[in-house]
C-alpha cells in the first residue's frame, strides 16, 4: 500500500480540525481553497474512509478523522522535536536565526544586529517585529527578545534588565498644562489589546475614564501622540526618553515596570550560530541597561 499520509497532509487535517472549516484551514496554511478540497479528497479516496462530516455550519471530524487528527498531532509534534534535536548538532557559526521582538525594540535592537553583522558575516537574522508571542516550541522563530514579568515556562531565559515604564508628555503639553497630580492630566490610554501591560492596568486604575482623550493599540502611536500634544502617555523609558520632544511628568512608576528576557528553546542552546546570537545580543544589550532601566532621562523641563 502506498504512503497514506505525508507531513502536508497531517498538517491539512489537524488545520480543519482546528479552524472548523476549509476555508479557515486553508487560510492558515497559506494555500487556496481548492487546492485543499483537492487534498483532502485525495486523502480520503486512499483511505477510502471521509475523515469529515461536511455541514454548512462547518467541518466535523468523523470516527476516521478524530483517530487521524490524534495520530497526526502526535507525529507533527515528534517531526518538530527530531528537527529541534537535529539542529542542536550544527556547530557552524553560519546560516539563518530567526528573532523575534516587539516593535518598540527595533530601535535599540538595529544597531546591535549592525554590530553582528560586522562580526559575524555568516549568520543571517530574519527579524519578525510582532506584539504577539511567537511560540519557539514550534519553531516559528529561534530566539525571542521580550518584555515579561517572568520567562515563559518551558524555555531558556536570560533576565537583562529591569523595564522601567514613566508617564511622558510633550514639552509644550507641561508648559501650558502646569504641574498638577498625575489624574487631572489628560490620558491617552490603552486599547483592549493592550490590557495585558502593567502600565495599562495602572491607568485603568488610577486615571478617571473621562480623563483619557485617546486610546491605542500601540506604544509607538502613543508616543508619536504624546509628542504631539494631546495628553500624557505611559511608555518605556528605552522608548521615550530618546525621543526629543518628549518629557517625563514623574520619574518612572515601580508598579509598571518588567523585565527584558532574551529567550531561546533550551534544546537550541548548543546550535553555534545561536548561542552566537544569543550572548552577542545579551553583551550589547546589558550596555545598553541604563537606557532600558530609565537611569539615561533628560530634565523634566526643556
Not at 233 to 258: H, I, K, N, S
Not at 261 to 276: E, G, Q, S
Amino acid at each position: 500500500m502506498p504512503d497514506v499520509f505525508s507531513a502536508d497532509d497531517l498538517r491539512l487535517v489537524r488545520a480543519i480540525s482546528t479552524a472548523g472549516t476549509l476555508t479557515g484551514a486553508a487560510r492558515a496554511l497559506k494555500v487556496d481553497h481548492s487546492t485543499a478540497f483537492r487534498r483532502l479528497c485525495a486523502i480520503e479516496a486512499r483511505l477510502d474512509a471521509k475523515l469529515f462530516e461536511r455541514a454548512r455550519q462547518g467541518y466535523t471530524p468523523t470516527q476516521a478523522g478524530e483517530m487521524a487528527i490524534a495520530a497526526g498531532t502526535r507525529i507533527l509534534a515528534e517531526l518538530v522535536d527530531l528537527e529541534r534535536r537535529l539542529a542542536g548538532e550544527d556547530l557552524r557559526p553560519s546560516g539563518i536565526v530567526r528573532l523575534t521582538t516587539t516593535d518598540t525594540l527595533i530601535d535599540v535592537i538595529a544597531p546591535v544586529l549592525a554590530a553582528l553583522r560586522t562580526e559575524h558575516p555568516g549568520i543571517i537574522v530574519e527579524l519578525i517585529a510582532a506584539n504577539t508571542f511567537f511560540t519557539l516550541t514550534r519553531r516559528e522563530a529561534d530566539i525571542a527578545l521580550r518584555p515579561a514579568i517572568a520567562a515563559p515556562e518551558g524555555l531558556a531565559g536570560r533576565r537583562l534588565a529591569t523595564v522601567s515604564t514613566a508617564p511622558y508628555a510633550s514639552a509644550a503639553y507641561l508648559a501650558r498644562c502646569g504641574k498638577k497630580p498625575l489624574r487631572d492630566y489628560d490620558w491617552l490610554g490603552f486599547e483592549d489589546s493592550l490590557g495585558h501591560l502593567r502600565s495599562a492596568r495602572w491607568v485603568s486604575a488610577n486615571v478617571p475614564d473621562e480623563r483619557i482623550v485617546l486610546r491605542a493599540n500601540s506604544l509607538l502611536a502613543l508616543r508619536s501622540a504624546a509628542a504631539a500634544g494631546l495628553g500624557v502617555a505611559a511608555l518605556p523609558c528605552y522608548l521615550a526618553d530618546p525621543a526629543a520632544e518628549l518629557r517625563r511628568v514623574t520619574t518612572p512608576l515601580p508598579d509598571m515596570e518588567g523585565s527584558l528576557w532574551l529567550l531561546t528553546h533550551p534544546d537550541l542552546r548548543k546550535v553555534a550560530r545561536i548561542r552566537t546570537v544569543l550572548d552577542f545580543m545579551a553583551d550589547a544589550l546589558l550596555r545598553q541597561r541604563g537606557l532600558i532601566e530609565g537611569k539615561r532621562s533628560r530634565p523634566r523641563r526643556g
